[in-house]
Structure formats: C-alpha cells, structure tokens
C-alpha cells in the first residue's frame, strides 16, 4: 500500500515555471517507478512523463517533452516534475502515480497508486 501526496500546483503567467512535487508514504520508494499524469476539463487523463525506480530512465510525452523534467529522491521519498514554458494547454489536474514494475510505462492503467491531484492553472 502506498500513499500519495501531490503539491506544487497554481497559478502561473504562459511562459513560467512550476515545479511539482509527491511525497510517498512508502517504506521502498525506490523500487518503484512513479508517474506523472494530468487530466483537463473535459478530456482524458493523459501521461505527462514517468521515471524507472531502479535506472531512473524516463519516458515524457511528445506534448511536454523539452519543457518538463521528471525526477525523484528516494531518500526524500519525493517524485518531482519541473515544468518550464508553460503554455496555456498545460492546464490540468496533475495525479502522481506508482506501480511497482520495473519500467516506466505510459498506460494510465498499469499505476496501482494515484494521489488526488494537483490543480495546475496557466493563463494566457
């Protein structure tokens, strides 16, 4: 069982930075890979970016690729995602998430644990 804390999320000018953060509650962070996930009104939820627990390879949607970063602490139990040249499209719900195999998939269905969310907000 794992726990999912998301922060970090607000308001912010086309063009800023966020920085997001999800704290676990796990005692074996490190052994899981751990995604980022976002979700606007109206549409589906969609992968943003996901790192491995073990490599720390990562995998980014084409949409947000070159502009966010995925990272993570183990000894903070901490996923991080850096978000730069915001653009109004970014607005969304952002859902960190875990699951306990190896790669960083980008299926929303392979997560096993979702936080509740963190509401990014990008004016134009």
Known sequence: ??????????????????????AASTRTFST????WFRQAPGKER??????????????????????F?????NAKNTLYLQMNSLKSEDTAVYYCAARGGV????NADDYDYWGQ???????S
């Open 69 to 73: 970063t995925i990272s993570r602490d």
């Open 103 to 106: 790669f960083a998939r980008t």
């Open 46 to 67: 969609e992968f943003v970016a996901a790192i491995s627990g073990n490599s720390g390879r990562t995998n980014y949607a084409d949409a947000v690729k070159g502009r």
């Open 117 to 123: 969310g963190t509401r990014v907000t990008v004016s």
């Open 1 to 22: 069982q794992v726990q999912l804390v998301e922060s970090g999320g607000g308001l912010v000018q086309a063009g800023g930075s966020l920085r997001l953060s999800c």
């Open 32 to 35: 899981y890979t751990m995604g």
